[in-house]
C-alpha cells in the first residue's frame, strides 16, 4: 500500500521553483530559493498588515531585520547564461532606493550607487510607494556570476519581485506543437452551424472568479460564453464548477456529477496555482485530464495555466501531461509574464482591483479575466486553422498514472459505515457541494467503510488550533496506519491510499483524541472487482433485473446473468452469448449488438452501495421505469442506481451477509462458505502473507500445502493445520 498526501492551496510564493526557458530569452523570478542567499538582517515576512493589503498585495517579501545594520541579498545566475537585464521590484515609502551590484567569479564586484559615476540602474514609480529598478546590460559585465542587492541600515525597503532576463528577442515556447485539434474544429463546427453549446469550467478559485468584478459575470468562463454568444449567435449553457482552496484530486472526485454529466462540448481544466509539488498531483490531474477527455460527446478539453499575482504556477509540471494528452494549453502565466518582462504592463494591471490597490497577491482581476477569455478564444480560432488532423480513438498509456480517473466522492447518504462508533453526519463546516461527511470528538471512535476498489482516499478537514481539531489515523484492512493531523489549516486536505489490490477492503477511520474531527467524503477508485465477472444488474428503486428475453430487453425479478468486462480505453462492457447491451443514441433504447463499440461501451460511477451506468452513446444514465430501461436521463435517483449481483448469489457483493462466514479443512483443501465477494488471506504463523484472493462463488475450495496457518475471510480469522 502507498501513502499519498494532499494538502490544498498551502501557497509557498517563494518556495516554488519557476524557471522558464525560451529560445532566445530566459527570465526568472529569484524564486529558485537554492540560489538566494540572504545573510544578516534579511528575512522573510509575509504582507498581513492591512496597509500591506493596500499597498502590494498578500505576497512573501524582504526587508531588513535590525535597523542598526546592512543586509544583503545574493542571487547566483546559472551558468553559461549571460544576464541582460536585472529588475528589482520593491517597495518605499520614503522612496529611498536600493544598491544593486555584480560580481564574478573571482569575487570582483562591481557596485551601483545613486551619485557615483559609473552608472546607475533606471528608476520606474509605479505610484503607492512601488518602485521598479532596471539594471541595463551596459551595467553587467559579461563574467557576472552572481546579483547583490543591498539594503542600507536604517532602510525601509522592502524587497518584492526580482527578475533576471537573458538572452535577446523573444520566442515563445509552443506548448501546442503536438496537439490533435480535431475536438476543437468539431466544437467550432458546431457552434458556427447555429447549434447551441455547454461549456464548462473546472478549478479553484481563480476559475471560480475572485477578484473579478463581478465574479459570476466577469470570471474568465462567463466572458469566453459571451464571445461565443456574441461571434456564433448561438446561446451558451454554461457551468463554473470553480471552487476555491481545492485541487485536482477534488476535481476528479466532483466532475462526474458537478459538471461531465451534462455531457459539455469544452471543458477548460485550471490547477497550476493550487496543485503542489508532490508526484501524487501529477498522477490527480492526469486522471482529471483523462476523465473529462473520455467523457461522452468527445469534448474539446483544455488545459489552462494561470499564474498568482507572486508569479506562482505549476506550468512546468503539467504542461507535459497536457501534451502528451495532445489536448491545447493556454498559458495565460507566459502571456502576462512576456508583456511585463516587455515593460508593457505591470502585475497590477492584471491584479489591481476597485478595493485592492495592490490586489490579493493572488487572484486575477478583471481585466486579466477578460485576458484569459481572449487566449483561449484565440487558441480555438488557431486550433481551427490546423490541417490533416485525424479523430483520435483513445489517448496514449499514461505519462505518470491515472489510478484517480474513476474516483467518485461518498457522502453520508451514498455508503453507509458497518461501524459508525460515535461518529455523526458532518458539514457543517463549509459546503463543498459534496454532501454531508461525518465527524466526531470522541478517542477511539472508529468509522468502518466495505469499499470495493484498489485506491481509497479520505478527505478531511484542517482547522485553526482554537477550534480543537486532533488527530485520527486511517488504515485499510491489516496495512500500516497513518496518523493525519486535523489542527493548524483552514483549507481541506486529502490521503490517498493505492496498491491496495482489486477487490473488497475494509478501510477504517479512527480518532486519536477527545478533540473534534471532519471527514469532508471518502473517494474510491482504481479497477473493481464488479468488472470482470458475471452478474446480474439489479435496480435500486423495485429489485427487478435488467433481462434479455427473444431480444427484449426489460426489468423482471429472474434477470439475465451479464459477463462484465473493463475496456481498455476505460469503459465496462456487458456481454450475454456473443451479444453486447447496447444504447441507440436516437430512441435512447437497449439493444444488443454483435459489436463492442461506441455504442456498447458505459462509464461506471461509483456510489458506494451502488452505481449508476451512464451510456457512451448518448451519455445518459440507465434508468428504469414501468418495467422498462433506457439510458434516458442526465439527473441520479433510485431508478438510476444499480446493484452488482453475483450470479447465484441471492444477496449483493456490497450487502452484508445473513450467513455466517465457514472455513474448514479437509486433507489439503480449504473449503469456504457463505464469503462470496469477500477476500481471503492466507498466513503462515510468523505473519507472512502467503495467499490473496476473491472469493466467486458460495463454496470455494482452495488447496495448500501441509502447514499450520492463519486463514482470514472478511473479519473472521481462523487457525489450521492442514
Known amino acids: 500500500m502507498k501513502v499519498n498526501i494532499f494538502k490544498c492551496l498551502t501557497l509557498s510564493l517563494l518556495l516554488c521553483s519557476i524557471q522558464l526557458l525560451y529560445a532566445g530569452r530566459i527570465y526568472d523570478e529569484f524564486e529558485d530559493t537554492y540560489k538566494i542567499t540572504w545573510i544578516g538582517n534579511s528575512k522573510l515576512i509575509s504582507g498581513t498588515t492591512d496597509d500591506w493589503a493596500q499597498r502590494a498585495g498578500d505576497i512573501y517579501r524582504l526587508k531588513i531585520d535590525d535597523p542598526s545594520n546592512y543586509s544583503f541579498l545574493v542571487y547566483e ?38 551619485g557615483w559615476d559609473n552608472g546607475y540602474p533606471e528608476i520606474t514609480d509605479k505610484g503607492h510607494g512601488l518602485y521598479r529598478c532596471t539594471l541595463k546590460d551596459n551595467l553587467i559585465p559579461e563574467d557576472a556570476t552572481q546579483v547583490v542587492i543591498y539594503l542600507d541600515a536604517q532602510s525601509d525597503i ?22 490533435n485539434y ?115 460527446g468527445e469534448p474539446a478539453v483544455i488545459s489552462l495555466m494561470l499564474c498568482t499575482q507572486a508569479g506562482i504556477s505549476k506550468i512546468e509540471r503539467q504542461y507535459p501531461i497536457a501534451q502528451h494528452c495532445q ?33 490579493d497577491g493572488i487572484h486575477p482581476n478583471t481585466t486579466a479575466h477578460q485576458k484569459i477569455a481572449d487566449l483561449i478564444a484565440t487558441e480555438l480560432l488557431e486550433g481551427k486553422k490546423a490541417s490533416n488532423i485525424d479523430r483520435m480513438v483513445s489517448l496514449p498509456a499514461p505519462l505518470y498514472s491515472n489510478i484517480l480517473e474513476d474516483a467518485f466522492y461518498l457522502n453520508e447518504t451514498d455508503i453507509t459505515p458497518i461501524q459508525t462508533g460515535v461518529w455523526t453526519a458532518g458539514g457543517s463546516i463549509w ?14 471512535s472508529e468509522l468502518q467503510f466495505k469499499i470495493n476498489g484498489d485506491v481509497a482516499a479520505v478527505t478531511y478537514w484542517k482547522r485553526p488550533a482554537n477550534e480543537n481539531f486532533g488527530k485520527a489515523q486511517i488504515w485499510v484492512d491489516d496495512n500500516p496506519a497513518v496518523v493525519i493531523d486535523g489542527s493548524n489549516g483552514e483549507h481541506i486536505d486529502q490521503i490517498v491510499l493505492t496498491d491496495l489490490g482489486i477487490g473488497e477492503h475494509i478501510l477504517h477511520i479512527k480518532l486519536l ?89 458505459f462509464l461506471y460511477i461509483d456510489k458506494g452501495e ?27 435517483a433510485d431508478n438510476e442506481y444499480f446493484l452488482f449481483k453475483n450470479e447465484g448469489d441471492p ?72
Not at 331 to 357: F, P, R
Open 327 to 359: 489536448i491545447p494549453i493556454v498559458s495565460y502565466n507566459d502571456a502576462i509574464k512576456d508583456e511585463i518582462i516587455k515593460g508593457e504592463k505591470t502585475w497590477l494591471d492584471y491584479y489591481q482591483t476597485s478595493t485592492l490597490i495592490g490586489g
Open 158 to 179: 522592502e524587497l518584492l519581485r526580482n527578475i533576471v532576463y537573458y538572452g535577446d528577442g523573444y520566442q515563445a515556447k509552443n506548448y501546442n506543437e503536438k496537439t
Open 431 to 444: 459546503d463543498f457541494g459534496t454532501g454531508k461527511g461525518w465527524r466526531s470528538e470522541i478517542v477511539n
Open 77 to 114: 545566475l546559472p551558468e553559461n547564461e549571460i544576464a541582460h537585464e536585472v529588475i528589482v521590484d520593491y517597495y518605499s515609502p520614503t522612496g529611498l532606493r536600493p544598491t544593486l551590484a555584480v560580481k564574478n567569479s573571482a569575487g570582483e564586484e562591481t557596485k551601483y550607487v545613486e
Open 651 to 722: 444477496t449483493t457483493i456490497n450487502e452484508l451477509r445473513n450467513n455466517e462466514i465457514d472455513c474448514s479443512v479437509v486433507s489439503n483443501q480449504i473449503i469456504i462458505k457463505n464469503a462470496i465477494g469477500e477476500q481471503i488471506n492466507i498466513f503462515d504463523l510468523s505473519g507472512k502473507l502467503l495467499y490473496r484472493q476473491n472469493i466467486s462463488t458460495d463454496n470455494e475450495n482452495i488447496y495448500f500445502n501441509n502447514g499450520n496457518y492463519l486463514i482470514q475471510i472478511g473479519d473472521k480469522t481462523f487457525k489450521f493445520n492442514i
Open 610 to 636: 451502488k452505481a449508476a451506468i451512464r451510456a457512451l452513446a448518448n451519455g445518459k444514465y440507465l434508468s428504469q421505469k414501468d418495467n422498462i430501461i433506457t439510458a434516458s436521463t442526465s439527473d441520479i
Open 182 to 296: 480535431y475536438r476543437v474544429q468539431k466544437l467550432l463546427e458546431k457552434a458556427e452551424s447555429g447549434n447551441d453549446i455547454t461549456i464548462g469550467v473546472i478549478g479553484g478559485s481563480m476559475t471560480a472568479g475572485a477578484n473579478a468584478e463581478p465574479m459570476e459575470t466577469n470570471c474568465y468562463g462567463a466572458r469566453l460564453k459571451a464571445w461565443f454568444e456574441s461571434t456564433f449567435g448561438i446561446d451558451v449553457n454554461f457551468i463554473n464548477i470553480g471552487i476555491g482552496s481545492t485541487n485536482s484530486y477534488f476535481g476528479c472526485i466532483r466532475a462526474e456529477e458537478k459538471l461531465l454529466r451534462f455531457n459539455p462540448d469544452l471543458i477548460i481544466i485550471e490547477y497550476a496555482c493550487n496543485d503542489q509539488l508532490e508526484d501524487i498531483y501529477l498522477d490527480s490531474y492526469e486522471s482529471l485530464i483523462r476523465k473529462c477527455w473520455k467523457n461522452p
Open 513 to 601: 483524541e477527545n478533540k473534534k474531527f471532519e471527514i469532508v467524503c471518502i473517494a474510491v477508485s482504481g479497477e473493481r472487482s464488479y468488472w470482470n465477472g458475471r452478474y446480474y444488474l439489479e435496480n435500486v428503486a423495485n429489485n427487478l433485473r435488467l433481462t434479455i428475453s427473444d431480444n427484449d430487453i426489460t426489468m423482471n425479478p429472474n434477470g439475465t446473468g451479464f459477463n462484465v468486462s473493463h475496456t481498455d480505453d476505460g469503459y465496462i462492457a456487458f456481454n450475454e452469448n456473443n451479444s453486447y447491451l447496447s444504447v441507440n443514441a436516437a430512441t435512447d433504447a437497449l439493444e444488443l449488438s454483435s459489436n463492442l463499440d461506441t455504442a456498447s461501451k
